[in-house]
């Protein structure tokens, strides 16, 4: 292959390549005649040169501390070195790391020098070339954002006297090109030459380098690299000029490189917009999983997924993915407050070309949509029925129908469902002592229970009984919370709904308008009343309505309907917490007199060591006596002297409960003359939640107002216990 130097050759040449170093100089110099013998290595190759047959080219090399070593050319090319000539030029090319080179520090970079004598000679000629070379090993380095590498200004195995040493020019370029200096400024190379170090700075990045990707255990890593090239000429007192270049490829360490995910969904645009990116070049998207659907890209294409490469003008991408909500790939869950929460699980199959190396990338965009019409229902009394009208949602395929605990074989379909249940069917609640008849209707999932009353009111106008129909949805909330609209469904003016109250005639409608009254309250407020029924707790409530009488004392005359509307709401029982003591049955006590000195024992009971089939944990609660009827100050040492007639404030308080809908209950409670339980005598206070009353005192509870709280009065009971004058006083010496 013949190639165009660009230029004339130089009396001597030096190239440093990636694997090799090669000097070619000109035959005719340097010679014994003109240069002389004052070098050490043709002092030691002299000799061996005249001694040698006629019409021969041999090597000399000459390492330190050893003694010159001569060989022939054909041994020489049979240990991987190149010697040849032409008719202007001798040239010797050694690969690195090669026996006979030597590793040098000089200016604290290492160089790989071999030092070579090359001779001919015929009749009485004698012609030795100096064929040493000499080149920097050190690799780039990259402080985080250049590239650097350095190289020695005079590499002193080639140079034999440092003081006739001058540059004659320093110049750079990339991939075997020089480069002028406006060129380097542009893309922001830099050559800076002190007195002993060359130094050239590439920031990362820049023009004339490229960038290649690898995965290393499934991470996406890159790395920047250039092939650098630099030449610089020097003339000295051996050689007119040498020019000396180096073809040095120079990289960054791999960075890792975490691809980003960028969410663009525009919700109201009810479609996925997720970009990811940055990637070279060799990055190529593969295929797609989404929600564990395996897809090629053809595949998603079909189904209905839009992917866009978007290529910026740095030559990186992004790919754009675009899945409408409405997809069946998309997960679509409903969370309540008619929000439905669309996901989408994404894992990217990527590939870096040529090598094919394959990698993968997990991504989770989740959208939450206000976007929920839930079934609209609605019902309607007839002399024999009550009939429920129930118009679809956009997501109907989510709810079942229930009577109760009895599941309807319908689905809502469009326009509308109407189911009538007949007077008298499974499902109905009958109240009062007229004809007033309810029927419970309840979805599953989110959507709340709902009753419709049929009330039976009296009608002034006819002396006679009209039935008017009032739809009650009732929504009880897990936290305790009661809320019920009261409607009327016809515009009768008998009842004005803003007088209508709940039990406490204090608990007034929160809203109102001419039809329909809004009420919101706790179940322990407002006169609610709690029972347990099978596995239930049930509260009840009503809405009554005050009429209005003329006169007021010796009413006559009304013009308002009287009714009740009954509210109930039922909560599973999720498990009863038990805080307990057992005692043995003991006699009862015997007259006592004695100081009154005592304390108030609170002991958890352990359900294991008496013998139960499961434990159960118990809730946190706190006992304590209070220093008057007000309960606001209580004593903190024990044991409590006071008076044996006055009476004893007790307290005991549910610390840490669940919600609003846990209530405390006292179940027993009684008094001993020893801190044991089951000692002896003993007085029962409360048995069965129930008070008891002795020939020597008397107890009661006391309400809890829930205004004086910070919490809720359920979480509290309140004892106090009386001693009778002239009884045996030997049972108040030890409660108190």
Known sequence: MTCNLGSDWKPREIVCEENYMEVSVRKNVPVIAQEGLGTEDWQGALPIAQQAAMLVWQVVIHKSGQPAKSMNISAMQALGYMVNSTSSRVYFRSPFGMPESEILSVAGIQVEAIRATVFYKQRWMLLLVDTSAACAKNDGTFDGTSLIWETPRILTPLVLHIAQFQDKQITMGVEGILLNAPTLQTRGYKLIVNNTIVKISIPYGAEGGYLKSLVINNQYNQLYAIDLFFEHQWADDLWEVTQHRSFKPVNTPFIPETPYVINNTVPSEKSFTVTLGNFKPDVELKNLTINGVPLTLPEAENRGVKIIMVQHPNGTKDFVLKVPFNNPLVLVEYVGNLIRRYTLNINYTLNIVPQNDPYFHPATIVCDVKDVSLPDVKSFCTETSIVFEVTPGNMDSNWELYIGKHPLPYTITYPKTTIELPLFS?????????????????????????????????????????????????????????????????????????????????????????????????????????????????????????????????????????YRLTIRCRYPLNDTLMLAAERMAVPSPAPFSGNGRGSLHFRSYDPVARGHKRPRDVMSLKARIARDISYSQFYSTFPVSQSLLAPLFLQVELLHPHGLADHLILQDCWATLTPELDASPQWDLVTDSCLVTGDSYRTRFHPVLADTLARSSSHLKRLEVQAQPNEDPAFWRQVG
């Open 426 to 562: 499974i499902g109905y609640i009958y109240e009062g002592p007229c004809c007033s008849s309810g029927a419970e209707h309840e979805e599953r999932q989110e959507l709340a229970d709902r009753e419709a009353v049929c009330a039976t009111l009296p009608n002034p106008n006819q002396g006679a009984t009209s039935q008017i129909p009032f739809l009650s949805p009732t929504v009880c909330m897990p936290n305790g919370v009661i809320t019920v609209v009261a409607v009327t469904m016809e515009p009768i003016p008998v009842v004005e709904p803003s007088k209508t109250t709940l039990l406490d005639r204090t608990c007034k409608p929160k809203e109102f308008d001419s039809t329909r009254a809004l009420f919101t309250f706790s179940v322990n407020t407002c006169g609610t009343t709690s029972k347990i029924v099978n596995n239930y707790l049930v509260y009840e409530n009503e809405v009554v309505y005050a009429r209005a009488l003329f006169p007021p004392s010796a009413p006559v005359i009304t013009r308002d309907s009287e």
